[in-house]
């Protein structure tokens, strides 16, 4: 099946700050997902995003089908930006396959 | 407001003891599923489905059981619960397999 990796594991900014985090897939996808799970657990969605780029406030994601990958932006990192960011594929069976996330944490 | 209403949120319970979490979603969604979340590996999806009657296996179904009789209703049954299976269990549903929307989580420890 398809392999979902994403990176870095975890990441520790200054408040304020910008981050790029990661997810490369290993195979072709019909969609792709980003996610936010906040410090109380709450799952939130952020972005789908199968190709191309979207933006929401100071969140935005870019996703090359073509080269298996794709990068979630967050600009001027705020605390309330801490938590676990996933990426969540979908290689055409309508099974979802999640990363295993990367953990931020921003420091006021 | 639309939402994904899980219940109970918490549950203790001893093996064997068959146990139901209830799912439900108010935004008419014709795909629903459920994940377990362990430490280490992330989300692993249970059981999906497409629509009522239609139901498929995840990642990880063995030991689980769920039915969809109607379309916003997705129960996950664990007919003998064993320790392995202590974990935190969310339920999703969207439009079609893409934008979902959790449920706020049920935590399930067997003991």
């Known amino acids: 099946g398809i392999q979902v990796e994403q990176s870095p594991p975890d990441l520790i900014l200054q408040e304020g700050a910008n981050s790029t985090l990661r997810c490369n897939f290993s195979d072709s996808v019909n969609n792709l997902q980003w996610f936010h799970q906040n410090p109380w657990g709450q799952l939130i969605n952020l972005f789908y995003i199968p190709s191309g780029t979207k933006q929401n406030g100071r969140l935005s994601a870019t996703t090359v089908a073509t080269e298996r990958y794709s990068l979630l932006y967050i600009s001027s990192s705020q605390t309330t930006d801490s938590g676990v960011y996933f990426c969540?594929?979908?290689?055409?069976?309508?099974?979802?396959?999640f990363g295993k996330g990367t953990r931020l944490h921003i420091l006021p | 407001e639309a939402q994904v209403t899980q219940n109970p949120r918490y549950l203790i319970t001893v093996t064997g003891k068959k146990l139901t979490v209830t799912c439900s979603q108010n935004m008419n969604h014709e795909y629903m599923s459920w994940y377990r979340q362990d430490p280490g590996l992330g989300l692993r999806q249970i059981y999906y489905s497409m629509n009522v009657e239609v139901t498929d296996k995840g990642d990880v179904p063995e030991g689980y059981k769920v039915s969809r009789k109607e379309k916003r209703n997705f129960p996950l049954i664990l007919e003998s619960p064993s320790p392995n299976q202590t974990s935190l269990y969310f339920c999703?549903?969207?439009?079609?397999?893409?934008?979902?929307?959790f449920g706020q989580g049920t935590r399930l420890t067997v003991v």
């Open positions: 969540a594929v979908d290689e055409g069976d309508d099974k979802i396959i």
């Open positions: 999703a549903s969207g439009p079609g397999n893409t934008e979902a929307f």
